[in-house]
T-cell receptor
Framework: EPEVTQTPSHQVTQMGQEVILRCVPI?????FYWYRQILGQKVEFLVS????????KSEIFDDQFSVERPDGSNFTLKIRSTKLEDSAMYFC??????????FGQGTRLTVV | GENVEQHPSTLSVQEGDSAVIKCTYS??????FPWYKQELGKRPQLIID?????GEKKDQRIAVTLNKTAKHFSLHITETQPEDSAVYFC????????????FGQGTELSVKP
């Protein structure tokens, strides 16, 4: 399967700081997603992004979160003021128009 | 709201035995049901999926069944091997394109040699 690359693999940040997680999909991917997985728990949907717009977001995706595709390539998730409970694995995922979703390797965010 | 329930949360089998993991979904509009395998510290990897117009699908040692009436779907792994040990997640989606995945809570499968 075509790769989705995420950077960084691990990010440690102070509570209250802003973090930006990055995803580099292949150009023909149509839909992009961010999911979150708190350690030992299930994978939770955050937001989907299509044609440079948010198409759907969950209750978790509040005003502290934002997504954009600033240069037409990288797909970013920004958390403005991190909280301890934001500590989790964050996965970028993509589809090419069908429903099969393939995940990047994830970014482990640790808020201290 | 949309919900996917998965059972059991842990499953231990002897190598060579079969393993069955079951999920139920709440939204009758769901039409796509993938299964993901997640090894420790790794990303979820799609192993098999089924769409609502099919009742069963098989790929070598793994198979998935779907009962739309009961809103149940199951993963069956035959002839289990130690490398099958992982956490398995079911999920459901209700859009044909771009639909979000609603995941179950996961099943930690342990295959003992």
């Amino acid at each position: 399967e075509p790769e989705v690359t995420q950077t960084p693999s691990h990010q440690v940040t102070q509570m209250g700081q802003e973090v930006i997680l990055r995803c580099v999909p292949i150009s023909n991917h149509l839909y992009f997603y961010w999911y979150r997985q708190i350690l030992g728990q299930k994978v939770e949907f955050l937001v989907s992004f299509y044609n440079n717009e948010i198409s759907e977001k969950s209750e978790i995706f509040d005003d502290q979160f934002s997504v954009e595709r600033p240069d037409g390539s990288n797909f970013t998730l920004k958390i403005r003021s991190t909280k301890l409970e934001d500590s989790a694995m964050y996965f970028c995922a993509r589809t090419t128009g069908g429903t099969e979703a393939f995940f990047g390797q994830g970014t482990r965010l640790t808020v201290v | 709201g949309e919900n996917v329930e998965q059972h059991p949360s842990t499953l231990s089998v002897q190598e060579g035995d079969s393993a069955v993991i079951k999920c139920t979904y709440s939204d009758s509009a769901s039409n796509y049901f993938p299964w993901y395998k997640q090894e420790l510290g790794k990303r979820p990897q799609l192993i098999i999926d089924i769409r609502s117009n099919v009742g069963e699908k098989k790929d070598q040692r793994i198979a998935v069944t779907l009962n739309k009436t009961a809103k149940h779907f199951s993963l069956h792994i035959t002839e289990t091997q130690p490398e099958d040990s992982a956490v398995y997640f079911c999920a459901a989606s209700k859009n044909n394109q771009g639909g979000k995945l609603i995941f179950g809570q996961g099943t930690e499968l342990s295959v003992k040699p």
